[in-house]
């Protein structure tokens, strides 16, 4: 089945700067890989998503990037504000279906982001 | 429109209680899958409904741990026995269909065994 690692567990950056999350994947039939944002006390929510076909993909403040030979993929903050503290998840879906949640999500453990003042 | 929601929000019991955590998709959502995260870790998938049917139920810790989904909304998730190691939160997602479709997440149940 896919293994996804994550790093940092922690980021503290200060505000305005930006901050760099990454993700590697095991398995080289993975082709989904969406970034989720958790606030305390809610459920994650998706904040951008990449498939494996684009290298790229930007959204205003936010971009991810997907290196398949590498199997590796990265979230960008740029210009980061108070509001992007939050738990951020990285995950990856494989089209093996061979079981073990292949039609679910297989997520890294997070990385607690914060945005210092 | 409203999003995926869950019920309890927290849920404590004591060990070897039964719970059931409830699950409401978003209308027209075919697609429902329940997750499980613990105390400072990452999501871990249970199980995954594609309508009524379960094709996917290799997360499921164990037997103690049951789903199902009626009428292709609402699903129900069963904890038998609980035990302390089943406290974690609980959280439920649904996508249009299957493939690469946006999963969108509901609150979560927090859930304490004493």
């Known amino acids: 089945g896919e293994n996804v690692e994550q790093h940092p567990s922690t980021l503290s950056v200060q505000e305005g700067d930006s901050a760099v999350i990454k993700c590697t994947y095991s398995d080289s039939a993975s082709n989904y890989f969406p970034w989720y944002k958790q606030e305390l006390g809610k459920g994650p929510q998706l904040i951008i998503d990449?498939?494996?076909?684009?290298g790229e993909k930007k959204d205003q403040r936010i971009a991810v990037t997907l290196n398949k030979t590498a199997k590796h993929f990265s979230l960008h903050i740029t210009e980061t504000q108070p509001e992007d503290s939050a738990v951020y998840f990285c995950a990856a879906r494989s089209q093996t279906y061979s079981g073990g949640g292949a039609d679910g999500l297989t997520f890294g453990k997070g990385t607690h982001l914060i945005i210092q003042p | 429109g409203a999003g995926v929601s869950q019920s309890p929000s927290n849920k404590v019991t004591e060990k070897g209680k039964d719970v059931e955590l409830r699950c409401d998709p978003i209308s027209g959502h075919t697609a429902l899958y329940w997750y499980r995260q613990s105390l400072g870790q990452g999501l871990e998938f249970l199980i995954y409904f594609q309508g009524n049917s379960a094709p996917d139920k290799s997360g499921l810790p164990s037997d103690r741990f049951s789903a199902e989904r009626t009428g292709g909304s609402v699903s129900t998730l069963t904890i038998q026995r609980t035990q302390q190691e089943d406290s974690a939160v609980y959280l439920c997602a649904s996508s249009l269909g299957r493939g690469t479709d946006t999963q969108y997440f509901g609150p979560g149940t927090r859930l304490t065994v004493l």
């Open positions: 990449i498939r494996s076909n684009v």
